[in-house]
């Protein structure tokens, strides 16, 4: 039986609809193919009764670790004065520290997601996690610079892996019309979770030291990695949690595979590829702004102290961020019946998005009244973030059983663009103390990545491309 869209399944006759639930192995044929410009929301009842639901547990894995990752990667942001102080550090000299992780993060992106695919998120998970939360913890036991660069260096290649690998865990764990709504919400808990980091650090900094705050933070990623590998399995239907009507509503043929041959030409020669990867760094670029320099800017280019009021002032972007991913994820599926093009809907957010971060940037480095000029930078955030789900939505699309893989290269030309923003920030500043010539920089960067998803196919699967 060949892919229906939406008018073939408006078609079928009930007794044809449920013949399609009946059985697991029909199921893939019978729904629509998610690369087809009239993909739909497939029905979740199945013959089976009602589905469990255990699906949505991974989501809320999914949810908590990104909360976990962003509050121990955003929170030395904020302990930046204490630690300059401490370790007479100059701006140029931490422009490193926050560059360190992001070197390390974009270089372990695609080993990690690899691995992700070869033996599964359970095993590549739970070791990541623990690993990142030690050297959380050990950031509160550096001495000098160079221990601080080593330090985050280390911490960065074990967050590596943690977008790939839950990525790979929705592609075995959630339907096809299930993928990008789940990609928002978890993207909107991210940064949700780095708008409340700022303000968590201030209160932490108000009852202990610096260096304890970071032993705090990581404890809570350690206690998330055992309760993940006690409950997830890399295999959905081995879950005891999962009845025959959720398992019905399950993708195939996801397995991961000792012997798995990822087609490297055709992923690196594919013009998809290198405009999702081009259209990433773009945005990280523009976006590591915002959990490096933005409360430095706040303080010297607006004037703000170090006070609760300008904790919540540098979670802002970053809370309206989660709503960007949020409202692209939500609004996503009814786009795309409504157009009757997932393609459109993905590169539409993508090149409106950019664009308009682009010129709230210049717009922002011509107001005078600061609360004005922040709830404008801030606007950047969510425009920026109203990619996040179509982007790595289409990971899934494109990757297929590569996902991790794939999912991984994007990540880490992000990151290769989140380890140069701190650094080219860090010395425009000590050149020239010009904080709006950062923006200006940072607008024409938008102005490409806008380009780049106007240029690339977000949806037809790799092995299917020339």
């Known amino acids: 039986m060949t892919n229906f869209g939406l008018r073939n399944w408006g078609f079928l006759r009930n007794s044809q609809r449920m013949a399609c639930l009946q059985a ?43 909360v976990i990752q962003y509050i121990d990667r955003i929170c030395i ?27 390390s993060y ?7 997601g690899y691995l992700g695919d070869r033996i599964g998120p359970r095993k590549v998970l739970m070791r990541i996690v623990i690993w990142w939360s030690l050297f959380t913890a050990a950031t509160g036991w550096v001495w000098n610079w160079m221990s601080l660069v080593i330090t985050r260096f280390l911490f960065g290649a074990g967050e590596a892996g943690c977008f790939p690998n839950l990525t790979k865990a929705f592609n075995r764990w959630l339907p096809l019309h299930e993928r990008t709504r789940a990609q928002g919400i978890m993207w909107m808990s991210a ?9 968590l650090v201030y209160w932490c900094l108000q009852y202990m030291h610096w260096r304890t705050s970071f032993l705090v933070f990581g404890m809570l990623g350690v206690v998330w990695a055992v309760i993940f590998f006690m409950w997830y399995r890399d295999d959905p239907r081995q879950h005891p949690a999962v009845n025959s009507a959720e398992a019905a509503l399950l993708p195939t043929g996801q397995e991961h595979s000792d012997h798995l041959n990822v087609p490297w030409k055709k992923l690196y020669t594919s013009r998809t ?29 607006r004037g703000f102290k170090l006070t609760a009021e300008s904790a919540l002032l540098a979670g802002l972007p970053l809370f309206l961020g989660g709503f960007g991913s949020l409202t692209a994820g939500w609004i996503s599926p009814y786009l795309s019946r409504w157009f009757g093009n997932v393609r459109t809907v993905r590169k539409g957010f993508g090149a409106v998005g950019f664009t308009a971060a682009a010129v709230l940037l210049i717009i922002s480095t011509h107001l005078k009244n600061p609360y004005t000029a922040v709830i404008a930078i801030a606007l950047v955030s969510f425009c920026n973030d109203l990619m996040m789900p179509g982007a790595w939505a289409a990971c899934m699309d494109v990757g297929g059983k590569y996902v991790g893989t794939l999912s991984g290269t994007m990540n880490m030309m992000g990151n290769l663009g989140g380890f140069v923003s701190p650094i080219v920030i860090g010395y425009i500043i ?14 024409a960067i938008y102005v490409v990545g806008a380009a780049c998803w106007l240029a690339t196919d977000p949806v037809t699967p790799l092995e299917e491309q020339n």
């Open 24 to 66: 697991p192995r029909w199921y893939a044929d019978c729904m629509p193919n998610p690369t087809s410009p009239d993909a739909i929301h497939p029905p979740t009842a199945t013959h089976f009764g009602r589905p469990s639901g255990a699906r949505y547990w991974v989501v809320v894995f999914a949810i908590t670790l990104a």
């Open 191 to 199: 940064r949700w979770g780095g708008a409340l980091t700022p303000l």
């Open 273 to 301: 590829v290198w405009f999702l990867c081009a259209q990433y760094f773009a945005a990280s670029y523009s976006w590591y702004f915002f959990i490096t320099w933005f409360p430095k800017y706040l303080s010297e280019a």
């Open 77 to 103: 942001s904020k302990a930046e004065p204490f630690i300059t102080k401490d370790l007479g550090l100059a701006k140029w000299q931490m422009g490193w520290v926050f560059s360190a992780f992001t070197l």
């Open 106 to 112: 974009a270089l372990f992106e695609i080993p990690c």
């Open 430 to 443: 000590h050149l020239t103390n010009n904080w709006d010539l950062t923006f200006y920089v940072t607008a």
